[in-house]
Nanobody, 120 residues
Framework: QVQLVESGGGLVQPGGSLRLSCAASGSIFSINAMGWYRQAPGKQRELVARITSSGSTNYGDSVKGRFTISRANAKNTWYLGMSSLKPEDTAVYLC??????????????WGQGTQVTVSS
């Protein structure tokens, strides 16, 4: 019923920048919150950034001041701007959303993930 599709990952040098996008489609009534998580090999999945429908944001401590989450509500799309990238930012980045369906009910959805590799 709902799909989240990420784009924008890739290989970047330390200190570089990338922007990830996530687009939600399907029987969506509203999106209560949008976010990005990441998972590196051998590590737990961690919150990168999150934004609610009211515009409140929160960030993981390791990315504060370097990453920015934003949204284009009308398009059910959100973004993660990443700058001053470090090798430790290397991970699979997954978008996430809390979505109210047109048919009712609120559910948690995940994208398939996009690889971000920071390396020289």
């Amino acid at each position: 019923q709902v799909q989240l599709v990420e784009s924008g990952g890739g290989l970047v040098q330390p200190g570089g920048s990338l922007r990830l996008s996530c687009a939600a489609s399907g029987s969506i009534f509203s999106i209560n919150a949008m976010g990005w998580y990441r998972q590196a090999p051998g590590k737990q999945r961690e919150l990168v950034a999150r934004i609610t429908s009211s515009g409140s944001t929160n960030y993981g401590d390791s990315v504060k001041g370097r990453f920015t989450i934003s949204r284009a509500n009308a398009k059910n799309t959100w973004y993660l701007g990443m700058s001053s990238l470090k090798p430790e930012d290397t991970a699979v980045y997954l978008c996430n959303a809390i979505i109210r369906l047109e048919s009712g009910g609120v559910y948690n959805y995940w994208g398939q993930g996009t690889q971000v590799t920071v390396s020289s």
